[in-house]
C-alpha cells in the first residue's frame, strides 16, 4: 500500500481547507456550512461559502480529488474588510454530498452547468456585475480549465472571469499527448492510455475497493494520511509546515483528523468521483488552449509550479504557459502539498493582476 498512499497524499492534503462536521440544508446566508442546491433532473449540488455574500468579487475554488468545497477556514484574502470577497466552494461532480453526472451528461457539461446553476442561485439580480476569480488545484485543475475556455453558451458566466489560478496543475491529456511518460507505473497504470480502452472501467473499480479500506472511517483514513504526508517531505518543507500550523493556531493532530474526515466524507456517499478520475484527463472539453479566441485569453492565468513536486511535474506546468497565451509561471519551493502554505499570497497575487 507504500505506493497507493504516496500516490494518494497530494489529493488528500493539497486541496483541502479545514472543516467542520456541521451540514444545514439549503440557506442563503453567510454561513460557511454545508449547503444543498437542488439540481435538474434529481441531482444536488454541495456548497460552502464565506466572506461578503453580497461582493460581487468572486472567488470560486474548486478542490482536488479526496475531499469536499469547504469555506470554513478561507483564506485570509477572503476575509479582509476592506476589499470584500464572496469565496465559494463547490463540491464537484461525484464527491461528498453532490451527484455524478447523469448518464448522458458528459463531465465537463456537467461541471459547466453546476457552476452556471450555482452562480445564478447566488446572484439572480445582478449577475451581470460579478467579477469571477477561477482556481482550482491538482485535479481541480482540470474542471479550472474547462469553465476558462467553454463556450460561453455553454458557461455565460466565462465573460465574468478576471483571473485564473491553477495550482500544481496537470494538463489535458487529450493536449499534452507526452503525458504519459511522468508516470510511474501505479499512475500510469490508472491514468495511462489505457484507461480508453477501460470500457467497463475495471481499474477504477479495483481503486475503489484498495482505498476503501483505507478510507471507511477518520480514524483509519487518518492512520493512512499519517502514514504517508510526512513521507516525501524534506526538512525545509516541514519548517515551513510547522510554521503554517503555528500561523493557523492549529496542532498536527488537529489539521490531520479535519482532513481525515473531510477525506472520509468525499467517497461516503458513492465512489463515482474516483470512478471517474482517469477518464476526465482524457475527455474531449471542447477546445484546445491554442486556439481559445481573444475574448477567452483576456483573463490572466496564474500557473503554479512547486519545484520538488514529484506528482504534477513541471512539464505539465510548462506545457499550460506555452499554450494559454495570457499565462505566467511561478514557482514555490516544496512538493505537492506545499501550495497549501501559499495560499494567501496566491490570491493576493490573482487578485493584483
Not at 456537467?110 to 442561485?121: F, K, N, R, S
Not at 473499480?205 to 483514513?221: E, P
Request: aromatic fraction near 12%; include cysteine.
Amino acid at each position: 500500500m507504500g505506493t497507493l498512499e504516496r500516490s494518494l497524499r497530494s489529493t488528500l492534503y493539497t486541496n483541502t481547507l479545514l472543516a467542520g462536521p456541521e451540514i444545514k440544508l439549503h440557506m442563503r446566508s453567510s454561513s460557511t456550512e454545508e449547503q444543498y442546491l437542488p439540481m435538474p433532473r434529481g441531482r444536488t449540488l454541495a456548497y460552502s461559502a464565506a466572506g461578503t455574500p453580497t461582493s460581487t468579487t468572486v472567488a470560486l475554488y474548486l478542490h482536488g480529488a479526496f475531499t469536499v468545497g469547504n469555506a470554513s477556514k478561507p483564506p485570509k484574502p477572503m476575509v479582509d474588510e476592506d476589499k470584500p470577497i464572496h469565496y465559494i466552494c463547490p463540491t464537484l461532480p461525484g464527491w461528498g454530498k453532490t451527484s455524478p453526472p447523469l448518464p448522458d451528461t458528459e463531465y465537463v457539461d456537467c461541471v459547466t452547468g453546476d457552476m452556471t446553476a450555482l452562480l445564478e442561485h447566488l446572484y439572480p439580480n445582478n449577475a451581470d456585475e460579478i467579477k469571477l476569480y477561477v482556481a482550482g488545484a491538482s485535479f481541480g485543475s482540470l474542471p479550472a480549465q474547462m469553465l476558462y475556455g467553454a463556450p460561453y453558451a455553454k458557461f455565460p458566466f466565462g465573460r465574468r472571469i478576471a483571473g485564473l489560478l491553477l495550482v500544481v496543475p496537470t494538463a489535458s491529456y487529450r493536449h499534452f499527448t507526452d503525458y504519459y511518460k511522468t508516470l510511474d507505473w501505479f499512475s500510469y497504470l490508472f491514468a495511462g492510455p489505457i484507461v480508453k480502452y477501460d470500457y467497463f472501467q475495471i481499474v477504477p473499480k479495483i481503486m475503489a475497493l484498495l482505498i476503501g479500506a483505507q478510507f471507511a472511517n477518520a480514524d483509519r483514513a487518518e492512520a493512512a494520511l499519517k502514514r504517508s504526508l510526512f513521507a516525501t517531505m524534506d526538512d525545509d518543507e516541514r519548517e515551513v509546515y510547522r510554521k503554517w500550523r503555528e500561523d493557523n493556531r492549529v496542532s498536527e493532530r488537529e489539521a490531520l483528523r479535519e482532513l481525515a474526515e473531510l477525506a472520509v466524507r468525499s467517497v461516503q456517499t458513492s465512489w463515482e468521483g474516483i470512478r471517474m478520475l482517469p477518464r476526465i484527463g482524457h475527455a474531449d472539453w471542447g477546445f484546445h488552449p491554442d486556439t481559445l479566441d481573444e475574448e477567452h485569453n483576456r483573463p490572466p492565468v496564474l500557473v503554479v509550479s512547486a519545484r520538488q513536486d514529484r506528482m504534477a511535474p513541471e512539464v505539465h506546468q510548462r506545457y499550460l504557459v506555452d499554450h494559454y497565451k495570457n499565462a505566467r509561471m511561478k514557482y514555490i519551493d516544496g512538493g505537492h502539498s506545499a501550495p497549501r502554505y501559499y495560499m494567501d499570497e496566491l490570491w493576493d497575487e490573482l487578485f493584483s493582476r
